[in-house]
């Protein structure tokens, strides 16, 4: 039977994959800011026929723990993107982007739910569990659970099975990926009695024992300038994951817009800061006076404090 050889491995150390697995690919027909529309459409692409490509060799599903498309209604040029470019049977717990409202509930008005009805997608909720390719040479079957489903412990109606899990829930493995997260924070012991799990919604990589979070396919925002992205290869036999890079172009990702963004933002801030000391200066010293007690009694950073009297001089300059 063909197998792929990963990048990073040598020929002696061949691997027959029994499931590729990802999440978070957010196929989108839009472009994020920090990159080119025309660059990352093809991008795109080319990392879905990599995936495609992969999944033809080992002839083995693509599971997907969510997040297929970037919204829940895909037009029909991007569902018939889709069709072309996904493995021939790519196997999804959806993720919010994937559900109108962010409700299972909502599943049947979406573009996930047409691709399953053209059978190229297996949709898993509520812990069905589906037998991965010919159960007669290895014996393993995957469960899923959909965003906002709580997962269950694995069925294990069969000792001698490998199970694993697709879960779209927000998990993170020491750090929260921002603020109150409230992600779920995996030491790689509490398996729920599965040999493998694969989290998706944090876009972040990371591997915790046999807890997976495969980040994102695509490069979307500048704190992934330096990411590389990466699908997985599971053997089921031996219960190994091997790391398959996405290919990528470096330098495509741009961050000159935070700039711009960032100097708005400032300059709102420094109007609003003197609006404020407008309002509380003393009728009886100069406006200056006014605006130097002020600033010495709010402290304000003295970045702030070069901008308010660069604008000051602006404005005498005018009258």
Known sequence: MARFIPRNMSPVRKIRFDAIVGADTHIREDCP???????????????????????ATNHCPFCHAGDLFDHWRPSPWLISMALEHLPAMTIVAPGQHDLANH????????????????????????GFERVLGDPTRVPASISGYA???????????????????????????????????????????????????VSGDNH????????????????????????????????????????????????????????????????VRMEAYIRRAQKSYETKLSYTENLKRHIKKTKVGKEVEELVWEAVEAENKLK
């Open 147 to 197: 965003y906002g489903e709580t997962a269950k412990n694995a069925p294990k109606s069969d000792k001698n099975r490998k199970y694993a899990l697709l879960w779209h829930h927000l998990t993170c493995y020491r750090d929260q990926p921002w603020p109150d997260a409230g992600a779920l924070q995996i030491d790689g012991a509490n398996m729920m009695g599965y040999d493998l799990v």
């Open 33 to 55: 800011v920090c990159r080119e529309p025309e660059e990352y459409m093809k991008a795109q692409w080319t990392k879905l026929d990599f995936i495609k490509a992969l999944c």
């Open 103 to 126: 409700s299972l509930v909502e599943l049947p008005k979406t573009g996930l739910q047409t691709l399953a009805q053209a059978e190229r997608v297996l949709i898993l909720t509520d």
């Open 204 to 267: 972040k990589q990371f591997l915790c024992g046999h807890w997976l979070n495969p980040g994102s396919m695509m490069r979307m925002d500048c704190t992934q300038k330096d990411f590389q992205p990466a699908v997985y290869g599971w053997n089921a036999k031996n219960n190994t994951i091997t790391r398959i890079p996405l290919p990528i172009k470096k330098g495509v990702v741009n961050c000159d817009h935070l700039n711009k963004e960032n100097k708005i933002d400032r300059d």
